[in-house]
Structures are given as C-alpha cells and as structure tokens.
C-alpha cells in the first residue's frame, strides 16, 4: 500500500500530538489518559488492543473538539472522509513499540515542545501591535509560533476568535491546532487552506475581514501570498 504520509511525518505528528494530550491531561482534575490509574483501567480494557490502539483512541478523542491537533485527516488533507472521521482507512499509525516509546518521551506540554516536535524552528518575526480587537491572519510555522507565544502572555486576547491560520503543510497545520490546545483556547483554531481567493475563504472561517498579516520565512508561498492579499 502506497504511503499517504512517511513514516517519519507519521512518527513526528504522534509525537507533537502526544504533547497536546499532556497539556489536557494537566487540566483535568483527575487525568484520564495517562499516570497509574490509566494504565490500569486500559489493562482491563486492552483485550488485544496494543500501544499504538491506545494512542490512537487518544486522538480519536481529541480530534472531535481540537480537529488538526489529534487529526491526521485535517493536518494532511485526507479528503472523502466523513468530518468526524480523523484516520481514514489509508493511515498507517505507528508500532506498538514506537508508540510505547513516544508516550514514555513527552516533552513538556509547551508550544516550544510542540514545535520541536514537529521540527519547526523559531525564526525572528515582526508581530503588529495586538490588543483584543486585531484580528489576523497567520502564515508559516515560525509565525504561528511567534503569534501563539504572545496570546500566551496576554490574557486579554482570544485565540480562536482573533487568529485564522492559512496552512498546507501538515506540520503547520498540526501546529497551528496544538496552538489552541496549549492556549486552553475556548475553540480550535480557525485554519484554511490557501485554494481560493482569501475574502470568501475567510468569511467562510469566520474572518470577513482581517487586520494584519504575520508571515515568517518559513512559510509556504501560496499561503504567504494569501495572507498577505487578505490583510491588503
């Protein structure tokens, strides 16, 4: 069977998702999906089920309220599937032994571990002048980086309701869905895809009009030039 992601990507998306997992288990009065008490009620559980189930459970979870952060089928673009549908049928997963080693490796649920993850480095970015009225449109990994760590340290903005990410990469894509997780956002992150002209796209994401763009170097330039047209 043909790969619809190598195994590399596949193995990175597991990894950054596993972060987002942490981050929501560090909210829970009593965490659910990992420690002492997890493992034990998935023993019960199991049957013949292996890691790579269990991990894939997780996700399936978490993709219904967080999309791209636990979806493979959102971050890679796996059209014909249902909406609620996160792996399709052409997704190979990971090892019982990989994913066993993943869980045991999280790195800290923080953006800058979500970003390593995934491979995506920070790189200097100009950042306009945000306050809880600018509403933007993001292009690029290290941008979306830059702008999730300012929302980070400013309680007066509203992620999901001030940022629209415009991505095709996967890793962009996860990332800019892990963004809203690490944010203890109120919604997943609005994201789009750069396949149309920018004003019918984002009204349809719920941005009839944008303030400003942030795009860093990294960016795809497809999506660099959508979000560049849509802040005028």
Known sequence: MEEVAPKE????????????????????RTPRRFGPDADARWQQFRGALGDADRLDLLL?????????????ADSFGFFGL???????????????????????????????SAAAAL???????????????????????????????????????????????????????????LAAVLLAAKARTPLVRPDAEPAPVLASAGFPAVDAAVVSPDA???????????AG
């Open 9 to 28: 990507a596949r193995e990175a998306f597991y990894a950054a998702a596993l972060v987002g997992l942490k981050a929501l288990d560090g909210r829970e």
């Open 60 to 72: 399936r979870d978490g993709a219904v309220t967080w999309g791209p952060a636990f979806s493979p």
């Open 82 to 112: 249902t909406h609620d549908e996160p792996f399709g049928p052409d997704w190979q997963g990971i090892s019982n032994d990989r994913a066993a080693t993943l869980a045991g490796h999280v790195g800290a649920a923080s953006l800058s």
């Open 119 to 177: 491979k995506i480095e920070a790189q200097p970015v100009v950042l306009p002048a945000l306050t809880a009225s600018t509403r933007v449109v993001v292009a690029g990994g290290a941008a979306i980086l830059a702008v999730a760590e300012r929302f980070a340290t400013a309680p007066e903005l509203s992620w999901s309701d001030q940022v629209v990410v415009v991505a095709s990469s996967p890793a962009f894509r996860q990332l800019a869905g």
């Open 220 to 230: 795809e330039p497809a999506c660099a030039d959508f979000a560049r047209k849509a």
